[in-house]
C-alpha cells in the first residue's frame, strides 16, 4: 500500500508575498479581523484567529512595490479560510458588503458555501463554512459530489447579526 498522510494533519498556515504590508494588514487585519501576533519592522507580520502563533505570514522579503503575479501564471490559487459557522460566514459577508469590498464570486459546493474575493495583491481568497458532513452530496455509490451552483446570498444573510 502508498504512504497516506495521516488524517488528522491539518494545514497550518500559509505564507504570502505582497507588496505593501500596511496595506495588506489593512485588509487581514482590519477588515478580515485577524489579530498580529508579532511584526518585523516593516516587513513582515504574522497573524492569526483565535490566538494560534499564525495563520497567515505577509511578507516584502521579495516583493516590495511589485505589481501582482499574473493571472496566468503558476501560484496560488486561493487561500481558503474556513469560518466556524454559516453565522460566521454571514457576518463576514456583511462586513465586506458595508464596506462596499468587491467580491469575485460566490458558490454553493454542496460540502460547503464560499465567498470569493481578492485581497490587495491579487491573492485568490475563499471565505467558506463547512457544511455538516451528513449533508454532503454523493452518488449512487456513496462517492463525494461536489458541485459548484449558484449560492443564495440573500439566504445566507439572514442568519448574520
Given amino acids: 500500500m502508498s504512504y497516506r498522510i495521516p488524517a488528522n494533519t491539518r494545514i497550518g498556515h500559509v505564507h504570502l508575498k505582497v507588496s505593501n504590508l500596511e496595506r495588506s494588514l489593512a485588509f487581514y487585519r482590519d477588515l478580515l479581523g485577524f489579530e498580529v501576533k508579532q511584526l ?39 487561500t481558503a479560510i474556513l ?6 460566514l454571514a457576518n463576514i459577508l ?17 460540502v460547503s458555501e464560499a465567498i470569493y ?5 491579487k491573492n485568490g481568497v475563499e471565505l467558506y463554512w463547512d457544511k455538516p458532513k451528513e449533508l454532503w452530496p454523493v452518488d449512487e455509490n456513496g ?19
Fill in 94 to 110: 456583511q462586513r465586506l458588503l458595508d464596506a462596499e469590498y468587491p467580491l469575485t464570486g460566490a458558490a454553493d459546493h454542496g
Fill in 40 to 78: 518585523f519592522g516593516d516587513s513582515a507580520a504574522f497573524i492569526s484567529a483565535g490566538g494560534y502563533h499564525h495563520h497567515i505570514g505577509l511578507n516584502t522579503w521579495h516583493s516590495k512595490n511589485a505589481e501582482p503575479a499574473p493571472i496566468r501564471s503558476p501560484g496560488l490559487f486561493h
Fill in 143 to 161: 462517492n463525494l459530489k461536489m458541485i459548484t451552483e449558484r449560492l443564495d446570498i440573500n439566504d445566507l444573510l439572514q442568519t448574520a447579526v
Fill in 83 to 88: 469560518y466556524p459557522s454559516r453565522k460566521d
Fill in 117 to 121: 474575493l481578492d485581497d490587495p495583491d
